[in-house]
């Protein structure tokens, strides 16, 4: 009998009156890899912290079970001790230091040190750093990825997949690490990206790592898993092997009804192929590890154009360039008229919209109410929201801002205590509905939308994408969509545009073969 290596018994946990984890069992044997997964909202992060001694969970009354390591019961009062018993963890957001070279984070606080004769007279406090030996530890780490990644590149300059695989790299230099938690670990990539990634994994649990792989792709946990836990509403409705089981069942027990699968689009829709909403000429954005170079692109008014390409090719440097988040150059034209580069305000006022990747920097204010969060840009860009006192000054109009949300948390199914619940207390998925509901409060003529389905579980990226869909249709709101799933985009968009170095590679219909789409994002496909 294979010994387990950590094994869980009726662990419950309940934040005041709220119960988010009910009586959960199961266990992970040594060099299994188990898949975890659940809608936002069903208990899978807060099941990851207390495995993970997370401080949080001690500071709001700890939790009631067992849970064993090797045999051995144990309660983590903070992270440093689940590190000691072998538990690493790669969270969703990154906690790379960003002025740091990739090495210099991969080995952090566990640095190789070359012993200095100043020892002898002030002690360890003067010991050297052995930088060759940390630069080797770090890129044999890396090579463990099987990917080519600078480990001497600064943090700041890596596209967010490398940042990534930079995550997973700390982790396995640890001699320690048994076991393995990732957390979305693919939820920045591309599917070329994700499969390197799940070999990885697969070659870590040959070693003996074991590895619980957190994710909303279904047919990653088919692929890389042995055994599946389903955990929905804080039970866990499921635990089965991967080979018994299927993504359609996996989805219904995720969500407790059927789920249709999107079909591959047949678009009927009529779109006047002269009618240019936007065009980029020659245009080049600054933005470190998504560098745009003299990129050209014309983008027709009411269809939904899909911008795909690997990390690192610029992809998603466009959206952030033409809305004035990174230094740009080139002309940019919006219903004909020339758009003024890196003023932010400026493409706002004209009609553009932006829902970055990055929701907790650029697209919410954390601290903030939701129905705040949703309603603000309409009431900086557009002055909606507010009324006159004495046509002297305007104050907020607090019911009309509250009735928004609320309209929104229903058709987006937010999933939080009301309206005026702070958004850093949402789950990842939640966040990312409000920048949509913030966006569609816009309501755009164009709208760009980066990673619009990252960190949400199968139920809600269905809403979403029929969401944008029908705001599409209905409005003849023109949406450019980045993302890393090219299936998300063959299921949504007129047309999808491939980005390679910079620059557009090929303009392909959503009906192309997903091979030949593949090609052009690797820069072997033929000429447009």
Not at 252 to 275: A, F, L, P, Y
Not at 381 to 389: A, T, Y
Request: charged share 30%; with cysteine.
């Amino acid at each position: 009998m294979e010994e387990k290596l950590l094994e869980i018994k009726n662990l419950s946990k309940s934040f005041g009156e709220n119960t988010v984890l009910k009586d959960i069992n199961f266990h992970i044997k040594e060099g299994e890899i188990i898949g975890l997964v659940g809608e936002n909202g069903a208990g899978k992060s807060t099941l990851m912290k207390i495995i993970f001694g997370m401080s949080v969970i001690k500071d709001t009354g700890g939790y009631k079970g067992e849970i064993k390591v090797n045999g051995k019961v144990v309660n983590f009062s903070n992270p440093f001790e689940a590190l000691e018993e072998g538990i690493g963890m790669v969270h969703q957001e990154f906690s790379l230091i960003p002025g740091f070279k990739a090495s210099e984070n991969i080995v952090l606080n566990r640095e190789s040190t070359k012993k200095s004769f100043l020892e002898n007279f002030f002690g360890e406090g003067v010991t050297r750093l052995d930088v060759d030996a940390n630069t080797n530890r770090s890129e044999k780490a890396i090579d463990k990825l099987g990917l080519k990644i600078n480990s001497e590149e600064v943090i700041t300059n890596m596209p967010v997949a490398h940042m990534q695989f930079i995550e997973i790299a700390r982790e396995i230099e640890r001699e320690k690490t048994k076991l393995l938690i990732l957390d979305e670990p693919t939820a920045v990539l591309t599917e070329k990206e994700s499969e390197i990634l799940i070999e990885t994994i697969k070659k870590l649990s040959k070693k003996g790592i074991s590895i619980i792989f957190i994710t909303h792709r279904l047919d990653e946990i088919i692929e890389a898993c042995d055994k599946v836990v389903v955990l929905r509403d804080g039970l866990m409705i499921k635990s089965i092997p991967t080979s018994e089981t299927n993504v359609e069942e996996i989805t219904q027990w995720m969500i407790g009804r059927k789920v249709e699968s999107n079909k591959e689009k047949t678009s009927d829709k009529e779109i006047d192929e002269e009618n240019i909403i936007l065009e980029l000429k020659n245009f080049n954005v600054d933005m470190p590890g998504e560098r745009v170079k003299n990129l050209n692109l014309k983008v027709r008014k009411g269809e939904i154009l899909g911008l795909a390409g690997m990390a690192g090719q610029g992809k998603i440097g466009i959206a952030n360039g033409v809305m004035g988040l990174y230094l740009s150059s080139g002309e940019v034209k919006f219903k004909g008229e020339d758009i003024k580069t890196n003023l932010p305000a400026e493409p706002l006022k004209k009609g553009m919209f932006f829902v970055s990747e990055d929701r907790k920097g650029v697209g919410l204010i954390l601290d903030e109410s939701i129905a705040m969060n949703i309603a603000y840009p309409s009431i900086q860009i557009k002055k909606q929201f507010l009324k006159s006192f004495g046509k002297v000054f305007n104050y907020r109009d607090i019911k009309e801002i509250t009735n928004n949300a609320n309209d929104y948390l229903k058709k987006l199914k937010i999933k939080c205590m009301s309206s005026e619940q702070r958004v850093a207390e949402l789950s990842g998925g939640n966040q990312q509905k409000v920048c949509l509901a913030k966006a569609f409060t816009m309501d755009p003529e164009l709208m760009f939308v980066s990673e619009p389905t990252r960190g949400i579980d199968v139920g809600a990226k269905k809403l979403v994408l029929d969401i944008l869909e029908k705001y599409n249709k209905e409005n003849k709101t023109t949406i450019i969509i980045t993302s890393s799933e090219v299936e998300e985009l063959r299921m949504i968009c007129d047309r999808i545009a491939v980005v390679n170095e910079g620059k557009v590679a090929a303009i392909l219909p959503a009906t192309a073969d997903i091979i030949e789409i593949g090609k052009h994002m690797v820069g072997v496909g033929g000429d447009k």
